[in-house]
């Protein structure tokens, strides 16, 4: 049996914390906490404006495919990327070897200031994503709850 | 690797459409984009070049309720097929929950199909996965050209393994079992982490593979 990783209640709770807190000391407009395959941990902040599903899988791969770029200078990785915008800016930052945090802010900040608090909210999320690896949650569902009929359907086929 | 988010009930799988150039793994997640209804989609991301050949990976974000009680999200990836972008098909490989790889049916492309399969394999091994321990189906892509190979050399050349895998002969540029192909590597992942563990009910393969057969290195093409 294999069992999925899990964000219970509390945890999600405390990442938001974590990520609030941040989003206010930054007046940054969205921040996410992704897995550097490009699955979404936690986010927080306005997110009506954009997918954030297909943010965190295009920031996943940007921050790997200037890995190598970052080899041929000598160094394993950049720990941090900007991508700057003509309103509207993304900055990434490196939290553990296995996570990246996206923040996106405009005009009402700068980049000094999420460049300064990112550091150290991202050791918080590392601290916190550690503990839950060494707690060890794992979720495994009852077969019997999982559809059984065919998930997505061809209209054209029906 | 998934996770869930049992604030948001929120379950996420990726799964990676592998497979040699111009196979139609983009065709698939195209059809799969254009069928689907707009509130269970998200928009269809390519990063290709001008020519249109993906250059590091098409991505297309699906919701379902499969699972009782939470919302799944399906992350669809293709990998560009092109022998020069192995180290894309690394990166994009990172965390995946299940595989469909796609053949193209036609002679000439049997050789392709085989490296690129050998290819799979080795990059999920510097993951330290095996390819049997993967949810992975197969989908032996543009039945509709003349010159095919027959299922059961295919089925010889890319699933002639113990462990067999599921596989369906597809036109992608139809749809034809684009969405069989996609519910079939579904289930087996989501089976996966079930606490039962237990095999999707599958389709036997349609062909009798002679035990202890050797998987060709290349065919030559009939003419």
Same mark, same amino acid.
């Given at each position: ?13 405390? $990442? ?22 490009? !699955? ?21 791969? *940007? ?5 190598? $770029? ?8 950049? !720990?941090?990327? =900007? ?9 990434? !930052? ?18 000094? $200031?999420?460049?300064? =608090? *990112?550091?150290?909210?991202?050791? *918080? ?7 839950? *690896? ?25 | ?119 799979? %394999? ?17 989908? &032996? ?7 095919? %190979? ?5 089925? &010889? ?65 009939? %003419?």
């Amino acid at each position: 049996m294999n069992a999925i990783p899990v964000l219970t209640i509390k945890d999600v709770a405390t $990442l938001d914390g974590v990520l609030s807190d941040f989003l206010k000391k930054t007046e940054a407009d969205l921040t996410v906490v992704i897995d550097r395959g490009g !699955n979404v941990i936690s986010q927080f902040g306005d997110m009506t404006a954009m997918d954030v599903t297909i943010i965190a899988a295009l920031a996943a791969g *940007s921050f790997a495919a200037t890995q190598e $770029l970052a080899r041929r200078i000598g160094e394993v990785e950049f !720990n941090a990327l =900007y991508h700057q915008g003509n309103g509207s800016h993304i900055f990434m !930052n490196s939290v553990d070897d296995e996570t990246i945090m996206i923040t996106v802010f405009g005009p009402s900040t700068t980049v000094g $200031l999420v460049r300064f =608090y *990112s550091a150290t909210t991202g050791q *918080s999320v590392a601290a916190l994503l550690q503990s839950l *690896s060494r707690e060890g949650h794992g979720f495994s569902f009852e077969a019997a709850d999982v559809s059984s009929g065919q998930i997505f359907v061809d209209p054209v086929a029906q | 690797m998934s996770i869930i988010n049992y604030a948001s009930r929120e379950i996420q799988f990726k799964i990676v459409y592998y497979g040699p150039a111009l196979c139609g793994k983009t065709t698939n997640l195209a059809y799969i984009h254009q069928r689907i209804s707009p509130q269970n989609r998200g928009d269809l991301v390519s990063l290709a070049t001008a020519a249109d050949r993906t250059l590091f990976f098409d991505f297309l974000p699906l919701n379902a309720v499969v699972i009782k009680g939470f919302v799944t999200k399906f992350q669809l990836y293709t990998v560009p097929g092109q022998v020069i972008y192995n180290a894309t098909r690394q990166l994009v490989l990172r965390s995946v929950d299940g595989m469909v790889f796609v053949a193209d049916s036609q002679w000439e492309k049997m050789e392709e199909n085989v490296e690129s399969f050998k290819n799979l %394999a080795d990059n999920l091994a510097r993951q330290n996965v095996a390819i049997d321990d993967m949810p992975c189906v197969l989908q &032996y892509n543009k039945r509709d050209l003349p010159n095919i %190979a027959p299922l059961n050399y295919m089925e &010889y050349v890319l699933n002639n393994r113990q462990k067999r895998l599921q596989s369906f002969e597809s036109v992608s540029s139809t749809g034809q079992n684009v969405f069989a192909t996609l519910n079939a590597v579904s289930q087996i992942l989501l089976h996966k982490f079930s606490k039962q563990n237990d095999v999707p009910p599958t389709t036997a393969p349609t062909v009798a593979i002679p035990a202890g057969s050797v998987v060709p290195q290349t065919e030559v093409a009939p %003419a």
